[in-house]
C-alpha cells in the first residue's frame, strides 16, 4: 500500500516563506502531487513532480527527490489567502486515483 | 464548461437508508474517482474507474458501489447508510493517470 506524512501544522507572517515536507511510502511511483484546499471548498491542483528536482510556478515551487522519497512544498511571500490545508498524493497502485495525506494546515497571520 | 457537478450539496439520511450521490464531468475524462474526507484523516480514496465499464476499489471501499455505465457520470451509491458514513465526499476526474485531478464542489452526508 501507500502512506504519507506530512506535518498536521504550519504557522507564518504575512511575507515569509514556509516549507511544507512530505515522506511517503508507496510500490509503485508515478510522481508527487500538490494540492490546496481553503475551508469548505474543493481542493485544487497545485503542483506535480514526476522527476527530482525544482518546479516553480509563481509564488509556489515544488521539489522531489525520489531516491528519499521525499518532496516539500514551498511557498513564498506569503499572503493572508495562502491560510488553507495543503496536501500531498501520490498516484494509487493502478496509477489512476490519488491516496492523499492527511494535510497541513497554514496559518498566515498579519 | 461546467467541470465536475456533485449532486445533492447536503444530505441528511437515517441509518439503514440507501441513497447514490451523483457526479458527472463534461471535459471527456477518462478517469473518475470517489473520496470522503473526514477531520484530520484527508482525503481517502474509496473506488475509482479508468473508463466507462470500468471500476475498482480504493482506499475505504466497504458500505459503497459504483457504476460507470457512460464516460460523463459516475454515481456512488450507500447501500445501508451508517452513522460512519458521516462525511464529506468528493468526486474528481482526471484525462490520464499523471494528469491533473479536477474536483467537484463536494456533498456533505449526515447519517443519523
Known amino acids: 500500500g501507500q502512506s504519507l506524512e506530512q506535518p498536521s501544522e504550519v504557522t507564518a507572517v504575512e511575507g515569509a516563506i514556509v516549507q511544507i515536507n512530505c515522506t511517503y511510502q508507496t510500490s509503485g511511483f508515478y510522481g508527487l502531487s500538490w494540492y490546496q484546499q481553503h475551508d469548505g471548498g474543493a481542493p485544487t491542483f497545485l503542483s506535480y513532480n514526476a522527476l527530482d528536482g525544482l518546479e516553480e510556478t509563481g509564488r509556489f515551487s515544488s521539489f522531489l527527490s525520489r531516491s528519499d522519497s521525499y518532496g516539500y512544498l514551498l511557498l513564498q511571500e506569503l499572503q493572508m489567502k495562502d491560510s488553507a490545508s495543503y496536501f500531498c498524493?501520490?498516484?494509487?497502485?493502478?496509477?489512476?486515483?490519488?491516496?492523499f495525506g492527511k494535510g497541513t494546515t497554514l496559518s498566515v497571520s498579519s | 464548461n461546467a467541470g465536475v457537478t456533485q449532486t445533492p450539496k447536503f444530505q441528511v439520511l437515517k441509518t439503514g437508508q440507501s441513497m447514490t450521490l451523483q457526479c458527472a464531468q463534461d471535459m471527456n475524462h477518462e478517469y473518475m474517482s470517489w473520496y470522503r474526507q473526514d477531520p484530520g484523516m484527508g482525503l481517502r480514496l474509496i473506488h475509482y474507474s479508468v473508463g466507462a465499464g470500468i471500476t475498482d476499489q480504493g482506499e475505504v471501499p466497504n458500505g459503497y458501489n459504483v457504476s460507470r455505465s457512460t464516460t460523463e457520470d459516475f454515481p456512488l451509491r450507500l447501500l445501508s447508510a451508517a452513522p460512519s458514513q458521516t462525511s464529506v465526499y468528493f468526486c474528481a476526474s482526471s484525462g490520464g493517470s499523471e494528469d491533473t485531478q479536477y474536483f467537484g464542489p463536494g456533498t456533505r452526508l449526515t447519517v443519523l
Open positions: 498524493a501520490v498516484q494509487h497502485q493502478a496509477g489512476t486515483a490519488l491516496i
